[in-house]
C-alpha cells in the first residue's frame, strides 16, 4: 500500500509539471516586452532512453519537463538579470521516481554616481558534479545521487576612476556565501563566507614626469568545516619619464598569508628597481627585484629575481599580453592572446592563481561566444566581431567546455592554459576548446592535473533544419595512490527542425564512456533523446544576433 500511495504521489508529481507546461504556454504568449523590461519564457519536453552497455543497472526510459524564463530590466542607472529553469524528470525504473531539480542565476548592477561608483549582487543555484574526474557521466537524468547542489551568492561596491587631475581611486569590496551539500572529500554539507577588499590609488593627469600608484588587496575565508584563511598583498610603484616614452621604474611588493591554519604569519617581501617603455596600448617592464624576506611556502632561496611584463596590441582585433614574476609559492608566468574579427574569435590564456573552490565558482567565464542566460545550444549565441564588445542584460560570454573544478573549499594554486575558439559564418558554427589545469593544494588534498578538449558543430541545412554534433573529453590524473586516474568522454549526434515559428523538434543519440577504476570502474552509456521546445522570443532573438552579426 506504501508502494502505491508513493507511486501517486509521483504520478501526481508529474501531473503538476504538466499544469507547469500549460501555465508556461500561456504566458509565453502575452511576450512581454517595454522599453526597459523583457520577459523571455520557453518551456521543453524531452524524452530519454538510457541504455547502461556495462552497468548492472538497468535499462529505462526519463521523462522530463523544463520550465524557463529569463527576465531583463533596464534603465540609465540600473540593470538585471534573472534566469530560473525548474527540471522536472520522472523515472520509469524499478522504484518509479520522480524529481524536480530548481536551478536559477540572477546579476543586477546600479549606478550610484556618474559611471564611477556601482553597487552590485549576483548568484546561482546548481547541480554539479563532485568530482571533476566524473563529470562527463554525472547528470540529473542517470546519476543525480552523485550530484551536490551548490548555492553562491555575492554582494558588493565597485568603483572605477573616481577622482580629479590630482589622484585616481578604484576599490572593489565584496562579500560572499558559498554552499554545497557536499565536497569531493566529505559527505558533510559546507558553507564558506568569503570577504575581498581591492583599493588603488594612482596619480592623477597633472603627473606627467612622476607618476606613482599604490594599494592594497585583502582575501579572508571563514569556513565551517575548516580552518579559516587569509591572505593580504600591498604594493608601490613609482614611474619616472626620462622621455615621453621611456621611463625609470621603482616598486615594492609584500604578501601576508595564513593558509595552511598554522598560527603564524607567512610573509613574503620584495623591493624592486627597473625601466618602463611604454607606447599607447604597448608595454615592456623589466626589472630586477631584491627579495627581502622569503616565505617559507617557496622553495626558491634566490635573494633577487628579474622580472618581465609586455603588452602587444597588434590591431584593434589583435593583442597580446605576458609576465614572468616570483610570488610567495614560487615562479609564476601569466599569458593571454586575443582576436576577433566578423567570423572569428580566439583566446588563449595561461593564468596562476591562489584560489579556493568559492572563489572559483565566483569568477566570470572566459568564453568567446555570447550567449543569452537561458540558451539551449551555440545556435542561440554568436561571436562578437571586436574585442571592445559589451555584454547586454541578459547576455554573458560563455565558455561552452563541458568542465568544472572539484567541489572543495581547499587552498591550491590553479595553474590554467585555455585555447578557445569560436567560429560562426553563414550556414555553420564551430566551438573549439582546450584546457590544461592543475592544482597544487596547501593542505593534505591530492595534487591533480587534468586536459581537458570539448568541441561541438551546428550546420544550417536550411530554414528550418540543422545538425548538431559534439566531442568532449576529460582525463584526470592524481598525486595520489588513494584516488583512481581516469578518462571520460562523451560524443553526441543530432539533427533539429524548426516547427511553425516558436517549436523545435530535436533528436540526439549519445555514448558516454568513462575508464577509470573508481566507483563506476569502466561505465559506458548510450542515450537517445527526443525533445519538444517552445520558446516565443527565439524568432525575435535570432533577428537581433543577426543584426550584431551584420553590424
Known sequence: MEAMEANKMERKGFGISLVQLSVMTSVASMNTNAAEFEFTPSVSATLNYVERVTDSRDNFFAGEITPRALVTYQSNNASASVTVNNRNIYRDTSDDSFESYLTSSYNV????YDQSIFLYTNGSQQYNSINSSNLLINDLVTNPDDLTKTRNNTGGLRITNLGNSWVTLSSNLSASLFESERSSTS?????????????????????SFFRWSLGTNYREIQRNSGFDTMRRNSFANTNFAITDRFFLVAGFNESKQDLNGVESIDTYRTYNAGVLYQNQNNLLRIAYNSVSEQSTFSENDDSGFYSIDFRVQLSPRTSFSGSKDQAFYGDTESFS????SRKLRATATYSEEVTSNSSIFDSNGEGVFVCPDNYLTIDDCFVPDSLSYELQPGEQFTDLSTFQDDINDSERVRKNWVVNTGYQFNRLTVSLQGRRLQSLYFDDTPDSLQHSFSTSLIARLGVRTSFNTSLSYIKTEYDSSSISDSETYVGTVGMSFRIKRDFTLSVQSQYRNLDSLSQFENYQERRFLITLNYSPNSRNLSTQQNTLRSN
Open 109 to 112: 548592477q546600479y549606478e550610484l
Open 187 to 207: 559527505e558533510t554539507a559546507f558553507d564558506t563566507k568569503s570577504y575581498r577588499s581591492n583599493l588603488s590609488l594612482d596619480s592623477g593627469s597633472r603627473f
Open 337 to 340: 592572446f586575443i582576436y576577433a
